[in-house]
């Protein structure tokens, strides 16, 4: 009676496709890389039409303007950020969150002495 339950649970689709899913688990304390030349990104995690990247900002540094086909969410991990849109700045600390609308052009600017550690999330 159990191998029978086990067998029609194992032929259920959802269980298969838990099966064909792989796992993945990141430290991100390993993903934090410096560089006084630029602003270091690193993958954390991608699939399907989503992305998860850790950017790591010396003192001073800036990334790139950009601008996303869909929401991006940032999260500030370490230190302070000054993020620069369309309809100005905000200064944002340790432990906050911003989302940037799809289609607004911006960038991110260590606002800190320190060091700075941000999260972003966006769909491709």
Same mark, same amino acid.
């Given at each position: 009676?159990?191998?029978?339950?086990?067998? /029609?649970?194992?032929?259920?689709? +959802?269980?298969?496709?838990? $099966? #064909?899913? &792989?796992?993945?688990?990141?430290? %991100?304390?390993?993903?934090?890389?410096?560089?006084?030349?630029?602003?270091?990104?690193?993958?954390?995690?991608?699939?399907?039409?989503?992305?998860? /990247?850790?950017?790591?900002?010396? +003192?001073?540094?800036?990334? $790139? #303007?950009? &601008?996303?086909?869909?929401?991006? %969410?940032?999260?500030?991990?370490?230190?302070?950020?000054?993020?620069?849109?369309?309809?100005?700045?905000?200064?944002?600390?340790?432990?906050?969150?911003?989302?940037?609308?799809?289609?607004?052009?911006?960038?991110? $600017?260590?606002?800190?002495?320190?060091?700075?550690?941000?999260?972003?999330?966006?769909?491709?």
């Amino acid at each position: 009676m159990v191998a029978e339950a086990q067998r /029609s649970v194992a032929e259920t689709p +959802a269980t298969r496709n838990l $099966e #064909d899913a &792989t796992v993945k688990i990141t430290t %991100i304390a390993d993903a934090r890389r410096f560089s006084l030349d630029a602003v270091q990104k690193t993958e954390l995690a991608a699939g399907g039409d989503l992305s998860v /990247s850790l950017l790591c900002f010396e +003192a001073g540094q800036k990334d $790139e #303007d950009q &601008t996303f086909g869909a929401s991006c %969410i940032y999260q500030v991990l370490e230190g302070e950020v000054l993020l620069r849109h369309d309809g100005g700045s905000e200064r944002v600390g340790t432990g906050r969150l911003i989302t940037v609308p799809a289609g607004s052009r911006h960038h991110l $600017e260590n606002a800190g002495g320190g060091l700075l550690v941000v999260m972003a999330t966006h769909a491709h």
